[in-house]
């Protein structure tokens, strides 16, 4: 069983930049791709990046290719999400998911999920 909190969401202008973090519980944490995914009302979570059990392996949308750095620290059970150049359609909740055998970038897959942090962007 894994346990995902994530916090650094907030409000930023455009062009500005955040940082995720996702703190997880269970030794199992190193075993798992990890992803960030997003969510606005009304629409369907939305694939933002994975990285793979060794961080070896990095996946991003489009969306995010060039802005946003997925990484993870196994010793300390941790993945972060750093954003660049933020703009308002970037305005989501961002979740943490874990708990997939390999990466992907459909949601079903991943078992573990966190309550999001919000990140709005003011144009």
């Known amino acids: 069983q894994v346990q995902v909190v994530e916090s650094g969401g907030g409000l930023v202008e455009a062009g500005g930049s955040l940082r995720l973090s996702c703190a997880a519980s269970g030794r199992s944490f190193s075993s798992y791709c990890v992803a960030w995914f997003r969510q606005v009302p009304g629409s369907e979570r939305e694939f933002v990046a994975a990285?793979?059990?060794?961080?070896?392996?990095?996946n991003y949308a489009d969306s995010a290719k060039g802005r946003f750095t997925i990484s993870r620290d196994n010793g300390k059970n941790t993945l972060s999400l750093q954003m660049n150049r933020l703009a308002p359609e970037d305005t989501a909740v961002y979740y943490c998911?874990?708990?997939?055998?390999?990466?992907?970038?459909?949601?079903?897959?991943?078992?573990?999920w966190g309550q999001g942090t919000q990140v709005t962007v003011s144009s």
């Open positions: 990285i793979s059990r060794s961080g070896g392996s990095k």
């Open positions: 998911a874990a708990g997939a055998a390999y990466c992907s970038t459909g949601p079903g897959i991943y078992s573990y």
